[in-house]
């Protein structure tokens, strides 16, 4: 049998999606990587064809649907080419929004969530500091009690949809110091005393916004605390699965796209009087490539079947699947970009410009080493003795 089994269902969603790719990303793909941005408009057309909220409660207009829906949502945007907005997209409803739903008020999912899953309110998650991102559980950012407030000092730096966010889910410290001191909070940006700073020059991703976030004596109402105070770090660690199954299904989604285009390539370009693609160094290396992104697909996969059944084990899948895509990646795209060529060193060249930033799907949401270090903690046992 083959895995996954896609239904009807499945199929009909992936259809809207790709739909909703080849209409409003592709077409702007390059214009928009170009200008370094992408229109504020996209959230609200994702948003109507109901992309921002696929697992949330419809009673706050989500779908209702399982991780396998995220999965082929993600595949499909990213055949759209522009990995900037369809990151902006999926910090919105995977990472930002993800634990207003599952831990914050009926009145705070009413007033963020429900904008949000409608693209008519944009989200940002800001958990980084120019301190240190890996070590959630000693952020410094700190949010003081004072009456029904709270008022919040400190920075974040790295923060996708920073510079166009209407609200920051904010990870800050509430208590002492660890992880039972940091709680999650919703951080309009239109509160005096917030500010952006630089918007980040990156070496890929351009057309996403990654900026610098300052919080100086910032009062929001306490009410804003997201589910209970000090639990924060135990939330982001729970809605980092779901994040890192985006990124693992995304790095599978970029490495099939650069496969099929070099593959492509290789057959019809000709060197010594034959195609490239007939050469056996080619050949193998390729059919090492094919043989390694089934087995990383298959990884992500099993990590989402884990996932959409709530398997205790599903921690140790999502960080398989999210380090052995981002090894993947790397290798599999520098080595495509190669077989190009000086055109894989021209910037009119997809799988050029894809090679340009391989590094940084070993960093986000987690870099290689926090992910062996997860695996190690589950999977390998050290004596006491
Ligand atoms: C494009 C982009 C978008 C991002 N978007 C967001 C966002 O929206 N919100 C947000 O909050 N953050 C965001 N980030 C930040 C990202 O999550 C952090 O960069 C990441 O968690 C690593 O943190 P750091 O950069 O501070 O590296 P550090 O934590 O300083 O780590 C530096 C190096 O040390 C290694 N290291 C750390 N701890 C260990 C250990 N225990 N054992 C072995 N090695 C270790 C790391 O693996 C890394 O190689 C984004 C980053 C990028 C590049």
């Known amino acids: 049998m083959a895995f996954p ?18 209409t409003e990303i592709r077409p702007y793909a390059e214009k928009w990587q170009s200008e370094e941005n992408f229109p504020d408009e996209l959230f609200r057309k994702a948003g109507e064809l109901g992309l921002l909220g ?49 831990h914050g008020s009926d009145e705070l999912r009413r007033e963020w969530l429900v904008p949000a899953i409608q693209g008519e309110r944009i989200a940002a998650l800001g958990v980084t500091e120019p301190g240190g991102g890996s070590d959630v559980a000693s952020l410094q950012t700190v949010a003081k009690a004072d009456g029904d407030d709270y008022i919040i000092s400190g920075s974040k730096i ?26 999650l909070v919703v951080c309009p940006t239109d509160t005096p005393g917030f500010s952006v700073g630089r918007r980040l020059k990156k070496v890929d991703l351009h057309s996403s916004d990654t900026a610098e976030l300052f919080f100086e ?24 699965q779901g994040e890192r199954l985006v990124l693992a299904t995304m790095m599978n989604a970029v490495c099939r796209d650069v496969l099929d285009e070099t593959l492509a390539y290789l057959a019809e370009r000709k060197a010594f009087g034959r195609p490239i693609a007939s050469m056996q160094v080619w050949r ?74 391989v590094q940084n799907w070993g960093i986000g949401a987690g870099t290689n080493e926090i992910m062996r270090e997860i695996i190690a903690k589950h999977r390998i046992p050290v004596s006491s003795a």
């Open 158 to 183: 790295f923060i996708s949809n920073g510079a166009r966010a209407d609200f920051v889910t904010l990870a800050v410290r509430t208590g002492g110091a660890g992880s039972s001191g940091v709680s």
């Open 217 to 240: 004596d910032v009062r929001i109402p306490r009410r804003f605390l997201i589910g209970e105070e000090g639990r924060g770090f135990h939330y982001i660690a729970q809605a980092f």
């Open 54 to 102: 696929i697992r949330f409660d419809p009673k706050w207009g989500g779908s209702g649907l399982d991780y396998w829906y995220t999965v082929i949502l993600v595949e499909e945007l990213v055949r759209g080419r522009d990995l900037g907005s369809v990151v902006g997209l999926l910090v919105q409803c995977e990472m930002a929004t993800s634990v207003i739903h599952a």
């Open 284 to 357: 193998h290396r390729m059919a090492d490539w094919l043989t390694r992104l089934e087995a990383s697909a298959a990884l992500t996969y099993r990590a989402a079947d884990q996932l959409a059944s709530c398997d205790s084990d599903a921690e140790t899948a999502v960080s398989m699947a999210k380090l052995f895509g981002a090894e993947l990646i790397r290798g599999l795209v520098l080595d495509c970009a190669h077989a190009f060529g000086g055109y894989g060193f021209m910037e009119e060249n997809y799988v050029a410009r894809a090679s340009r930033g």
């Open 5 to 22: 089994v896609w239904s009807e269902e499945h199929e009909a969603f992936r259809e809207t999606v790709r739909r909703f790719t080849q």
